[in-house]
């Protein structure tokens, strides 16, 4: 493989999840996954747990604890907000006004990207009142808003509050390294201009288990709870990650840009996953079946992915592996897997978007 100079070979993933249209798989997903047990032992382990990935927006209810630690004062509503790659709904932009209103402060603080809202009723209505790409319509704009009010509450200057020599961006990135037990070997610059390090899929699952499971009165514990009472403000409608906490309970669950995902239940059961070319097409239905992995059981209609033939269903995507009784196999792609077997598992729909 030619690569640039310096870039390292990111290691090879296991065939995750695969795309048939009318019994004949046409595309195959490779990538990470890892399924913990409440111990953190490993129920599920395909490709390599360890490779170094960018977990994006999946890192946000990360950020909110270390916000929160640093001594912000915000509403439930406000931190599932701050957790949120939001569609940019009504709800959504008065959530945040109200953040950086009880900072003194207003839209013209915020720094990240303008942008549309995700939802297509939201961006058409944008549209039609005369309005732009503007920062408060941008999907990260609660986690901006909150960075802002936390420069505030602590006493740092909140201009050059995305710099990573930043009082507040050191602080996360400390507090990211703490709660995901892994080396943050690289820092890039992620969609909405806050400083984003890597971490592992392995570290991203720990994380999230440890906030899930966090003791009442923390702020790990008060993300956890903001976000199982106010899923509709981590996505919104139309929305996986929202769908997903709603019909699970006590699911926390976050989408993360170029195919990641990550999730927890109370009793610190938890998945992670990066897809490796970076599609968020087979993200609901990986969540899904390493779920199922996990002992967990139900109907989930967000965990159905349909292909579409002349506007009607022909196939579906399918996960790569075996789930039977709680347990799961990996069978195509795996390390030391021989062959292929025939897509099994929870089917999956409505791929998320960050």
């Known amino acids: 493989m030619v690569t640039s100079p310096g870039l390292e070979v990111p290691a090879r993933g296991a065939e995750l999840a695969w795309v048939v249209r009318s019994e ?3 595309s195959v997903h490779t ?5 913990l047990a409440a111990d953190g032992t490993d129920v599920l382990s395909l490709g390599q747990p360890e490779q170094q990935i960018y977990a994006r927006s999946s890192l946000k209810p990360l950020q909110t604890v270390a916000m929160l630690r640093a001594g912000v004062v915000l509403t439930d509503e406000q931190i599932a907000l701050a957790c949120a790659s939001h569609n940019g709904e009504g709800r959504h932009r008065e959530v945040v006004r109200s953040i950086l209103a009880a900072a003194h402060l207003t839209e013209a603080d915020l720094g990240n990207t303008p942008d549309w809202p995700l939802s297509t009723d939201a961006a058409t209505a944008w549209r039609e009142a005369g309005r732009g790409a503007e920062p408060i319509a941008q999907n990260c704009s609660g986690k901006h808003a909150a960075m802002l009010a ?19 961006q050191a602080h996360i990135l400390q507090v990211i390294t703490e709660l995901t037990g892994a080396p943050d070997r690289y820092l890039a610059v992620d969609g909405c201009g806050a400083p984003q390090p890597s971490t592992t899929v392995r570290g991203l699952a720990r994380s999230f288990a440890h906030i899930a ?3 009442p009165g923390t702020p790990e514990h008060r993300v956890a709870s903001a976000m199982r ?8 409608t139309g929305r996986d990650a929202t769908a ?4 699970v309970p006590g699911l926390i ?4 840009a170029e195919g990641v995902y990550a999730a927890a239940l109370p009793d610190g059961r938890a998945v992670a996953l990066k897809v490796s070319d970076g ?9 899904a079946a390493a779920l199922r992995a996990l002992g967990e059981r139900g109907h989930w209609p967000w965990a159905q992915v349909p292909v579409l033939g002349h506007g009607e269903p022909v196939g579906s995507v399918l996960p790569a592996f075996q789930v039977d009784g709680g347990a799961s196999r990996g069978v195509a792609g795996s390390p030391g897997s021989g062959g292929a077997a025939g897509p099994a598992g929870a089917a999956g729909s409505g791929a998320g978007r960050d």
């Not at 201009?159 to 930043?166: F, M, N, R, T």
């Not at 599609?279 to 969540?287: D, I, T």
């Open 24 to 26: 004949m798989v046409e």
């Open 253 to 256: 669950a976050k989408d993360g």
């Open 279 to 287: 599609a968020s097409r087979p993200r609901p239905v990986l969540l």
């Open 213 to 215: 499971t966090a003791a």
């Open 229 to 236: 009472a106010h899923p509709f403000l981590v996505a919104g």
């Open 31 to 35: 990538g990470h996954l890892l399924a």
């Open 244 to 247: 997903a906490m709603q019909t």
């Open 150 to 168: 936390t420069c505030v509450a602590a006493g740092w200057p909140t201009a050059g509050y995305l710099e990573a020599q930043h009082p507040l």
